[in-house]
């Protein structure tokens, strides 16, 4: 699939996304930012927009930022969420994944903003709560956009098999190299590189019973999606 392809698809899934959302009563606010951590992780896919929005919008520089504030305990993922739908379905046993709550901020999070808003990651978009985190110091998530959330980070996988999965600051410094870049907008990845693990195709969705009904109108929606 054409990388423009992908980058389409992108978009409407996060419409479709941003539409399923809007439907709940969230304290997200703008200059909340308590969730704005270094441990967010994302698809190449996803960082190929971001360095498209920056180049548009004059702000390369911010590549330079990320890899400078890039902390050195982030989360770095040692399988992608299809591989783990996939392990976990076959009753195998995960990796060890150490989080590191205190890792730190977002390299790019100034005076409490996102300066990346439009195009942020699915991880920081879909990262959301009912009441507001500083105060119950934990996310208030309603287990069902749990469930959407993880079925919408398998498709985002998906729709970029061929491409890798890692920490925001690993992703944006393998994408800042221009070779690097290249290779990816042609199709020509080899191996995942230290830091990041290779994507892969869905196999298995991630869905408890219980929302199997609820959620069906969503994957229509998804599914519907038609490249080109
Ligand atoms: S998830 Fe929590 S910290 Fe993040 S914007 Fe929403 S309320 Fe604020
Ligand atoms: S990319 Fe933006 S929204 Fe995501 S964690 Fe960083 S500052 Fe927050």
Redesign the pocket.
């Known amino acids: 699939m054409e990388l423009n392809t992908k980058l389409a698809i992108l978009e409407r899934m996060i419409g479709i996304y941003d539409e399923f959302l809007s439907q709940f009563d969230?304290?997200?606010?703008k200059y909340?930012?308590?969730?704005?951590s270094a441990n967010v992780t994302l698809t190449t896919l996803e960082g190929y927009r971001i360095i498209d929005h920056l180049e548009t919008n004059n702000l390369i520089g911010q590549l330079e930022t990320i890899a400078r504030l890039a902390h050195p305990d982030r989360f770095i993922p040692k399988v992608s969420i299809n591989r783990m739908a996939d392990i976990c379905a076959r009753d195998g046993d995960l990796p060890e994944e150490p989080m590191d709550p205190e890792a730190g901020p977002c390299p790019v999070l100034t005076d409490d903003a996102c300066p990346l808003y439009a195009v942020r990651p699915f991880g920081c978009r879909c990262?959301?709560?009912a009441?507001?985190?500083?105060t119950t110091g934990f996310?208030d998530?309603d287990p069902f956009i749990l469930t959407v959330n993880d079925v919408f980070l398998q498709h985002l996988e998906h729709i970029d098999a061929q491409g890798y999965t890692g920490n925001f600051a690993d992703v944006m410094g393998f994408l800042a190299d221009p070779e690097n870049r290249q290779n990816y907008s042609s199709g020509r990845l080899g191996g995942a590189p230290t830091g990041l693990v290779a994507n892969q195709p869905v196999f298995v969705l991630m869905i408890p019973p219980e929302h199997r009904k609820r959620i069906q109108p969503l994957l229509d929606q998804i599914r519907s999606i038609q490249p080109g």
């Open positions: 969230l304290a997200c606010e909340c930012a308590h969730c704005c990262m959301v709560s009441r507001n985190c500083a996310a998530m």
